[in-house]
């Protein structure tokens, strides 16, 4: 809920215990960040687990914010893994699989933070939803070297990676021709000097590097795909088809290079790989998971697109082979098509919800986007109420979080958005459940997410045109007795509660909570 427009918002919260009710009403002339500033004390942010498989490389770094400078260390560090106190990056290796719990441990000149955090050496990767920045929504096809660079740079500048953000990733047109070992996809050097270097550079500023290619010859946006009519991958002129004609070159070819490709992303040190086309099946999704594990580097593998909405109908044979998977087709800066069109349309995706296996509703549209085209930078048409509904409702679906916004133009009403603290730790709870609606009626609806330590967050939306009060009740969510009910976007307790939780929403706003049971 945004109490920060313009004119009067009032919000009432009354507990079914005859608690006196509480209001309050506030009115700038422009858009705040209902987020409060993070503490100069250090707070430790971001999972409490990391799954690593045997052998591959290691990095983790600590999200932790706090006044600097500060040193880190983890307790009962498993052989293998070393630290840098300094910036509270974790590499190494891990050859034994296993269940390994440490103690992590920030200090600064005003105090300590500790957290509990499991590092799991087996076959599951990414325990929880992946956040990081993907190009596509603010440059389209023209993403270059520099800019996925000054990108990671501006992450570091906005302290994004002190919130637990770490992907930055490259989508649609890196692509060069076939001229790597093995006729492997080769950058273009137009646009990239070194992608390698790239990658370390990106890596030594601890983030991790993404990029982007399709089973099909040509990618949606005509550059090489995994695929070819010849067996040199050498590139042909093909007749203009539509993207979902299911032809060439929007079509698989006689010649894969799967293989070729895995080995060359891995070899430029790449964490993290969007396979794009459509309809997207099992077969070749099987092929890109055993191709990227046989490189034996860790490479996220999230799939898109879910244009021809065939994949629920074999979402169980899938599954198995990738990371996360796109659910809808290309979101917009549009409250329909966020909303009602994906927002509130996946309820039937959540048992396939769970620890290394994500369902993916898109990018984050806030911020400065293009929608594909750069030439077509702007804000985001949806309203600050809007925006909240789209970070709670993500955080509850267990999306994975991508920002699709120019970072270098990002203003402290987005920035805060993307940093609160305890609205991402719904996100990132580590038993991977995708919350789902338990309660409303028309344009109202509460959905709950149950969370790994008992509590329960809930958001209560208002999808209507005019405010509309919410009421939360406790044999639907379920939940029973006294509730200590918190305000996640103020980083507030609001009381204890009995029975229910109710609040006046603003249009197209959020109540968003988090519940914990109290004796």
Known sequence: MNLWRAGFVLVTLAAASGAAAQTSSVAPAVPVSLTPRSAATPRLNGPKVFGVRPGAAFLYSIPVTGARPMTFAVDALPAGLVLD??????????????????????????????????????????????????????????????????????????????????YINMDDGWQGDRTGPGHALAADPARFTDIKAMVDEIHAMGLKAGLYSSPWVVTYGGKPGGSAENPAGTPQAWPKAPHNARQLPFAIGKYRFTYADARQFAAWGFDYLKLDWGPVEAPETKEMHQALRATGRDIVLSLSNNHIKSLFAIIGEVAPWAQSWRTTTDIRDRWGRMAWDIGFAQNQWAPFSRPGHFNDADMLVVG?????????????????DEQYTHLSLWCLLASPLLIGCDLERMDDFTLGLLTNDEVLEVDQDSLGLQGVQVGGQGETKVYAKKLDDGSLAVGLFNLGAASAKVTAVWPELPVTGRQRVRDLWRQQDLGVFTEKFEATVAPHGVVFVRLYPTP
């Open 85 to 166: 106190s300094t910036t509270g990056r974790l590499t190494g290796q891990l050859q034994q699989p296993g269940e390994y719990p440490v103690t992590l441990r920030a200090t600064n000149a005003l105090g300590t933070a500790t957290k509990p955090f499991r590092i799991i050496v087996g076959e599951e990767i990414a325990l929880t939803p992946p956040m990081g920045w993907n190009s596509y929504n603010c440059f389209g096809e023209r993403v270059t070297q520099d800019l996925a660079l000054r990108a990671a740079r501006q992450f570091l500048q906005l302290g994004l990676d002190r919130h637990g953000w770490t």
């Open 368 to 384: 400065w986007i293009g929608g594909w085209n750069p030439d077509n930078l702007h804000p985001t048409q949806l309203t600050p």
